[in-house]
């Protein structure tokens, strides 16, 4: 039989880290991709969706760093 614990904000917080780290992995390879492809206009594009998605991912922390009890 097994017990179900409560999650801790710390396993929500290092299951989120995770998906964001995947999710940057995976723009940092399609930016090496396009770039050994050499193309230029998708890489651009993808540089800046790379850039939009951190912008977002700081916002979205430096609010959240008041926690409630």
Known sequence: MTTNKPMMLYD????????????YQSFEAL?????????????????AAKKSFANSIMKTTRGAHHFKN
């Open 31 to 47: 930016e090496e991709t396009l770039g050994a492809l050499k193309m230029e206009e998708p890489l651009f594009m993808t540089y």
């Open 12 to 23: 929500i917080v290092e299951d989120h880290l995770s998906l964001v780290s995947k999710i």
